[in-house]
């Protein structure tokens, strides 16, 4: 895959296989994280190269291939307008896998449960971040992006992702991709993508 802004070559000639469990892109500020994050959630067009999950190509076939991809910008205002639970009941629509029973233990751990009726713009930075998450966790994605899980987060929250982070490490079949300054869970890494510094 090659990518480049009007003046910034960020990828050339990049490739890679992306294993199950939890693989890390690490790199300074500037380097592509989240760049590299929206190019494989098909949110940037790559100037050349493929993506593709399992057999679904993103040039063949754009709607499966986001059907098993699970991306939402965290700064995104696109559903301000909604409230956690409308949120949640539309991811249920994206991916046939949503997990019900698990998004009820996500809302607990993550404390949104008083949140849960107010419009999503009413929410602090944490919160939404908490709200995106959740559904993250819960979609049955085959492959989960994550831009920079911990930011906004308190301890409690930190501590939560971490350890679900850890039970997921382990799975045979789903990818989650964390962009972090460091390793963001303590379970081994299935990979590691190191942009630099």
């Not at 049955?140 to 409690?156: Q, R």
Request: charged share 20%.
């Amino acid at each position: 895959m090659t990518f480049r802004y009007p003046h910034n070559l960020l990828f050339t000639d990049w490739a890679m296989r992306i294993p199950p469990g939890v693989t890390l892109i690490r790199g300074g500020d500037g380097t592509g994280k989240t760049s590299l994050l929206r190019l494989l959630a098909g949110e940037l067009p790559a100037d050349a190269g493929r993506l593709q999950i399992n057999d679904i190509d993103l040039a063949d076939d754009p709607a499966a291939y986001r059907r098993q991809l699970f991306w939402t910008d965290a700064r995104s205002e696109a559903f301000d307008q909604m409230t956690p639970i409308a949120y949640f009941t539309s991811m249920k629509l994206l991916y046939p896998d949503f997990d019900e029973t698990l998004l009820t233990d996500l809302i607990e751990g993550l404390s949104l449960t008083p949140h849960l009726e107010k419009n999503l713009y009413m929410l602090s930075t944490g919160s939404k971040r908490k709200v995106w998450l959740a559904a993250a966790f819960a979609s049955g994605a085959v492959v989960t992006l994550l831009d920079d899980p911990f930011a906004a987060l308190d301890k409690a929250s930190i501590n939560f992702v971490m350890q679900f982070l850890d039970k997921m490490a382990g799975h045979g079949s789903r990818a989650w991709v964390v962009s972090h300054y460091d390793a963001p869970c303590s379970a081994p890494l299935a990979a590691t993508i190191d942009l630099g510094d």
